[in-house]
C-alpha cells in the first residue's frame, strides 16, 4: 500500500501528519481448513491487500480510532478498555490494547488513522491484519519487547528494529489472545502468523504444534485469484467455536490430546467412540492435515496440477463432512474445476460465506475472473469480482 493514502487519511481525520506508519497484509489458506487449532499443518499466503495504520502520540491518555471502512470513530480512555456496540470493529485494537496491558507492556494514549484495501467479510483475515498492525504501531510508538528485559532502543531512523522470528511468534500469539480473550472468537494462530511471516512467492507453512515457520516456494506461471461469494464471512456469531468444540470433543473421546496425533486408520477403528457430528469433524481435520503434508511436497516439487487436486479435495471434504461450505461456495468452485486453465479452488478462511481461493495458470487469468464472475451471475443472480492476488511480504 502506499503511504500517501494512508497519511492523506490521518491527516483528513486528525489535521495534521502521522509520526509512524505500519501495514499489515490479509491471509488465504492455501490449505489446511481449520487445522491449526487442532495443532495441525497449514499452508497459507500473505497478499497484496493490507491494513495499514498510520499513528501519532497523544498526552491526555486517550485513544481516538477512525477508520476507512466504518464511518463511526472510536474514543476511549488507555485506562477503561471496554466494548463498545456502535464500534465493534475497535474490538480488535482494543483487544490487543489488552493483552499488551497482561504483558506489563506501558503505553500512553494515540490517534490512529486506519486504512484498509482489505475486502471485508472475504475470508482474508482483515482482523487478524488489524490485531497485527496494532501490536507494530504500539511497539513504535512505545517501543516494546516481548520475552526481555529491556525494551529495544530505537536506531538512526527513530525506529525500534525489527522483531526477530522468535518476537514475531509472540506477537502473533499476543494478537491471538486478543481474539481469543476479548472478542470472543477462539481462533488458532494461523491468520496471525501469516500477516507477520509472510514472504513473497512463497507460501507459509505452520506447525501448529511446534509453532514452527517454513516458507515453501510458489515458483511458476501460477496465479491466485480471489472469489468473493457475496455472502458476509463472519464467525463471532458462534458457528466457528461450535466447530472447535466438535474437534476437541472428538480428540478426548479418542484418548488424544488434539486431532493432530490421530491418524485415518485409528480414527475409522474408533469411530463407533463419537457422536457423528464429531466423527465428520474429526473425519475432516485427520484428512486436512495429511493434504498438507502431500501438498507441500507437490508445491516443493513444482507440481501445481497436482496441488490444485489437493484443493478440490479439501473443499470436498469441508463440504461434505466439515459442513462449512455454502451453497455459493460450492458453486464457484465447480465453475472454476470445468475451466481448463485452473489447477483446484476451494473455500478459503473459516467457511459459512466469504470467498474461495483459485490457482489459476498466470497467461489464463483475465479469461478465468471473466467466466467466472459471468456463470457465478448466472446461477445465483449475485455478481462477483474475482480480484487476483500477488503473494507479499510480512507486516512491517
Known amino acids: 500500500m502506499k503511504d500517501r493514502e494512508v497519511i492523506a487519511f490521518f491527516q483528513k481525520q486528525f489535521g495534521f501528519r502521522p509520526t509512524h506508519i505500519v501495514q499489515a497484509p490479509g491471509r488465504l489458506e492455501l490449505l489446511g481448513n481449520h487445522t491449526d487449532y487442532n495443532q495441525g499443518l497449514v499452508l497459507a499466503l500473505a497478499v497484496d491487500r493490507f491494513v495499514c495504520m498510520a499513528s501519532s502520540p497523544r498526552s491526555d491518555g486517550k485513544v481516538e480510532l477512525a477508520s476507512s471502512v466504518f464511518p463511526e470513530r472510536e474514543i476511549f480512555s488507555v485506562n477503561n478498555l471496554q466494548k463498545n456496540s456502535g464500534a465493534p470493529w475497535a474490538d480488535y485494537v482494543k483487544g490487543g490494547l489488552e493483552q499488551l496491558r497482561k504483558r506489563g507492556i506501558p503505553f500512553r494514549g494515540f490517534n490512529a488513522a486506519i486504512y484498509s484495501t482489505i475486502p471485508m467479510g472475504a475470508g482474508m483475515s482483515s482482523s487478524a491484519a488489524l490485531e497485527v498492525a496494532t501490536a507494530l504501531t504500539l511497539r513504535k510508538l512505545f517501543p516494546y519487547s516481548l520475552g526481555a528485559s529491556a525494551p529495544p532502543a530505537r536506531g538512526d531512523s527513530g525506529e525500534p528494529p525489527e522483531p526477530s522470528g522468535r518476537e514475531k511468534l509472540e506477537i502473533a500469539r499476543l494478537c491471538q489472545a486478543a481474539e481469543n480473550q476479548f472478542v470472543g472468537v477462539q481462533c488458532g494462530l494461523l491468520d496471525q502468523v501469516s500477516s507477520l511471516f509472510g514472504k513473497a512467492f512463497h507460501a507459509i ?23 468473493n461469494t457475496g455472502v458476509p464471512h463472519q464467525l463471532a456469531g458462534g458457528e466457528y467455536n461450535a466447530l472447535r468444540a466438535h474437534c476437541e470433543n472428538a480428540a478426548r473421546k479418542l484418548g488424544a490430546k488434539s486431532l493432530r496425533s490421530v491418524d485415518p486408520p485409528y480414527l475409522a477403528a474408533n469411530k463407533g467412540k463419537l457422536e457423528p457430528r464429531e466423527y465428520e469433524c474429526a473425519y475432516h481435520i485427520v484428512g486436512e492435515i495429511q493434504r498438507v503434508i502431500y501438498g507441500a511436497r507437490a508445491l516443493r516439487d513444482g507440481d501445481f496440477v497436482q496441488f490444485g487436486q489437493f484443493m478440490l479435495q479439501s473443499h470436498e471434504s469441508s463440504r461434505d463432512f466439515f459442513h462449512n461450505s455454502t451453497r455459493e461456495l460450492d458453486t464457484l468452485v465447480e465453475i472454476a474445476r470445468a475451466f481448463e486453465g485452473c489447477f483446484g479452488a476451494r473455500l478459503t478462511g473459516g467457511g459459512f460465506g466469504g470467498a474461495t481461493i483459485n490457482l489459476v495458470q498466470r497467461g489464463r487469468v483475465d479469461q478465468f475472473i471473466e467466466e467466472l464472475a459471468r456463470e457465478y451471475n448466472a446461477r445465483t443472480g449475485v455478481e462477483t469480482r ?11
Open 386 to 396: 474475482p480480484m487476483p492476488c500477488e503473494i507479499a511480504d510480512g507486516a512491517e
Open 205 to 227: 507453512e505452520l506447525d501448529c504444534q511446534s509453532n514452527s515457520v517454513e516458507h515453501v516456494p510458489m515458483i511458476g506461471e501460477v496465479a491466485v485469484v480471489v472469489a
